[in-house]
């Protein structure tokens, strides 16, 4: 199937921060068809990936749920889970990425918000009995297996407010109490706690994102903006963004930061704090209501007009005040608000998602690619869309595979209920060569996830000279299993969970790769302490 070859691709990368945001980025590219390697990424190139298989721009299925609006969705190598609110009864979902919008599993419970990443799947609901909320991680999986869940008593889970780290050492939750907010910084694979931060008084939680290497978190409370360090627990820096607002971007590399309402601000990294670089006016009437980084510093904005008729979205790089384009949707008719409420980047483009008019003129999920001040692609929606997400072609490239859009299935403004989830599959400008064929070495696991010890099997199709070794996500070499001439058939080797010096290694995701004459295998472990 397309989604299982396009969801073998993946990509984990140990990004340096900072005043070393110049410098090239260290990426570690895997598949199941045998390419490995380590290449050097800097941050304003765009990085080589192998070419979608039968890339093309389709809205591939609609999926529709009564009584229910889907208020969050997230992608995770071409799945879907999505959250639901909007009931005392409310639904999370999981989509196989060959599922063809029909859900393999699905968690009932209270009104929900979710997140993935690292092979996570994450949900905060509301737990009336406890006037608070319950966490619950699972890995990813069809059905998804439970890792843990917390409860968090007194408190409301703002939405937008949940994040994992791309290298899964990080899972990041802001909640409102009767005074503030607090943030947890949590380990995603025991949930054991890192840090907090109490806010002061008056500050509650409005956005949450968190940087790829999990080192650092932005946090928007109203007007004020906080970077956290979730080691400790405490500001790295602290400002304005002037007025209250959701908009909030963080670049993957923590470099830079993005907000505002009425003024787009944006800050960069200095090696010791966050120092302001420029603000930009979309002009009378107009203000922010969403934005979004890259890796490379490019910065999507959507904008909307106080007469709620009109959107435009603004393309920047982060390094300057003056858009590379703008585009301005056409005005509409009507007393149904259009506000363009959620964005994602995937590294040269950039989707909006939208409420939509009343006279369903525009588009409510918009690609925009870096180059082109015109969508790239559109999907009219029957409602309105609350919440966007992309995924891109080997976890880095520059342009999405998957786009998924979930929302209300009326417009916002609208009486009624039930909700609509919307993926689409979206093509590069120039389609390339098809991916390789797999190759022929056999790599498993068992069991994996694994708590002390797993068993890795190699199947060696001929007598070969053969290595079998244990990669961090840094791409690191860890740990050595086996290395010398082995005869055809299986082999058999016991990680117990150590590096080469004996020390045990923390829980997170690790890579096993095999080489034998030239052809590779490797395969993600999961290891929980």
């Known amino acids: 199937m397309l989604y299982r070859l396009l969801a073998a691709i993946a990509m984990l990368a140990l990004v340096a921060t900072g005043a070393a945001a110049d410098a090239g980025r260290r990426v570690l590219v895997h598949t199941e068809d045998g390419a490995f390697f380590q290449e050097e990424r800097g941050p304003a190139a765009a990085a080589p990936a192998p070419a979608p298989l039968d890339p093309r721009d389709e809205l591939l299925w609609q999926h529709s749920i009564p009584g229910n609006i889907y208020t969050s969705c997230a992608m995770l190598n071409a799945a879907v889970f999505a959250g639901t ?13 060959d599922s063809n919008g029909t859900p393999g599993w699905t968690f009932t419970g209270g009104e929900n918000y979710v997140t993935a990443g ?29 890792l843990w869940e917390k409860d968090i008593p007194n408190c409301s889970a703002p939405l937008g ?51 790829e290497d999990g080192t650092r978190i932005a946090l928007r409370n109203g007007a004020v903006l906080h970077v956290l360090d979730p080691a400790t627990g405490l500001p790295i820096w602290t400002g304005s963004a002037a007025a209250s607002s959701d908009g909030l971007a963080f670049s993957p590399d923590g470099r830079y930061l993005a907000s505002g309402w009425s003024l787009l601000y944006v800050w960069e990294w200095n090696g010791s704090t966050y120092q302001y670089r420029w603000s930009y006016s979309g002009g009378a009437g107009w203000y922010l209501g969403t934005c979004a980084l890259d890796i490379e510093g490019q910065l999507i904005t959507g904008w909307y007009s106080t007469s709620y008729n009109r959107n435009k979205v603004m393309w920047f790089d982060a390094a300057t005040n003056v858009p590379a384009w703008i585009h301005l949707f056409p005005a509409s008719s009507g007393t149904y608000q259009d506000l363009p409420v959620a964005s994602a980047m995937t590294g040269g483009a950039g989707v909006i998602g939208a409420w939509g008019d009343a006279e369903g003129l525009n588009p409510e999920i918009s690609v925009f690619l ?67 064929a797999a190759g022929g070495l056999g790599l498993a696991a068992h069991p994996n996830p694994c708590r002390t010890e797993s068993t890795l099997r190699l199947s060696l199709p001929q007598a070969a000279s053969a290595a079998v070794d244990i990669y961090g996500v840094d791409g690191r070499r ?32 690790y890579l096993a790769r095999a080489m034998a004459d030239g052809q590779a295998g490797t395969l993600r472990l999961v290891l929980l302490r």
């Open 161 to 211: 407010c949940l994040r994992i780290s791309e290298v899964g050492n990080l899972l990041a939750l802001a909640v409102n109490t009767a005074t503030s907010s607090t943030t947890y910084a949590l380990d995603p694979f025991t949930g054991d706690l890192l840090s907090s931060y109490v806010a002061p008084a008056g500050e509650f939680a409005r956005a949450l994102r968190v940087t």
């Open 478 to 509: 860890l740990r050595q299993l086996w290395a010398g001439p082995r005869a055809a058939g299986e082999l058999s080797l016991v990680w117990d969970g150590r590096d080469d010096a004996g020390r045990e290694l923390p829980s997170g995701v």
């Open 370 to 436: 870096r180059d082109q001040a015109t969508p790239a692609f559109t999907v009219n929606t029957v409602g309105s869309i609350y919440d966007i997400d992309a995924e891109p072609y080997d976890g880095g490239a520059r342009y999405p595979a998957f786009v998924v859009g979930g929302g209300k299935h009326v417009h916002a403004n609208q009486f009624g209920s039930g909700g609509d989830l919307y993926l689409a599959q979206v093509s590069p400008p120039t389609a390339a060569p098809a991916l390789p």
């Open 85 to 97: 609110n909007n009931g005392a009864t409310c639904l999370a979902e999981f989509f196989a990425g």
């Open 118 to 146: 690292a092979s996570l799947l994450a949900l905060i609901e509301s737990v009336p009995a406890i006037a608070g909320v319950r966490l619950h991680v699972w890995m990813a999986g069809d059905p998804p297996l439970p």
